[in-house]
């Protein structure tokens, strides 16, 4: 059973580029998050997608984006690439609220900005 | 006021200790509580959940829970070298459907 499996794993970007981060959610979760780490801070939620519909959504300029595919995949994307963006984008996925809600983290897309 | 918090740390306790780490949180309708363990350099892994009040137990790590304190433990029995690393509390909030808020994490060192 594949857990949580995102894409790249590592990347380099120039300010003002865009970049987009993949993530296959774990077998039979329908739920994707997605969260940014800054090193030395937890993790900080961006939004949600259910149902291929951005459910909610954290404290995170309209520059970040995302995608909910048929099959659960999920992708990200940011715009008009900032330093400050730098960090361990984590892709989170679960089953729908109620029914076991434990979540569970791909091992991250290691994001530089320069 | 932040909504998880946590003593960064580091802590250090010796091999074979007892390490206690601590967290609190605001949101009173939070209904439940995670413990992720990070390696430099890794991402999350899920060491321990707790829904109810009291201690939940597995292997060496104990979870405590005290809602109406609004308060969280995890502890580490027979400390372990490998078990240095970045702990991190979150509290999901349900009615948000699954959303984790994290603490900042308290850096634990066990020295052999």
């Known amino acids: 059973d594949a857990g949580v499996t995102q894409s790249p794993t590592h990347l380099i970007k120039t300010r003002g580029q865009q970049v987009t981060l993949r993530c296959s959610p774990k077998?039979?979760?329908?739920?994707v998050s997605w969260y940014q780490q800054a090193l030395g801070q937890g993790p900080q939620f961006i939004f949600q997608?259910?149902?291929?519909?951005?459910?909610q959504r954290g404290n995170f300029p309209d520059r970040f984006s995302g995608h909910q595919f048929p099959n659960y995949s999920s992708e990200l994307n940011v715009n008009a690439l900032l330093l400050g963006d730098s960090a361990l984008y984590l892709c989170?996925?679960?089953?729908?609220?109620?029914?076991?809600?434990?979540?569970?983290f791909g091992e991250g897309s290691w994001l530089t900005v320069v | 006021q932040k909504e998880v918090e946590q003593n960064s740390g580091p802590l250090s306790v010796p091999e074979g200790a007892i390490a206690s780490l601590n967290c609190t949180y605001s949101?009173?309708?939070?209904?439940?509580f995670f413990w992720y363990r990070q390696y430099s350099g890794k991402s999350p892994e899920l060491i321990m959940s707790?829904?109810?009040?009291g201690d939940k137990e597995d292997g060496r790590f104990t979870a405590q829970l005290n809602k109406a304190s609004q308060y969280v433990s995890l502890l580490i029995r027979d400390s372990q070298p490998s078990d240095s690393a970045t702990y991190l509390c979150?509290?999901?909030?349900?009615?948000?459907?699954?959303?984790?808020?994290f603490g900042a994490g308290t850096i634990l060192r066990v020295k052999s």
């Open positions: 989170a996925s679960s089953s729908p609220v109620g029914s076991g809600n434990t979540i569970y």
């Open positions: 707790i829904y109810s009040n």
């Open positions: 077998s039979g979760h329908d739920t």
């Open positions: 979150a509290v999901n909030l349900m009615e948000y459907g699954n959303k984790l808020v």
């Open positions: 997608y259910y149902e291929e519909e951005e459910r």
């Open positions: 949101d009173r309708v939070s209904q439940s």
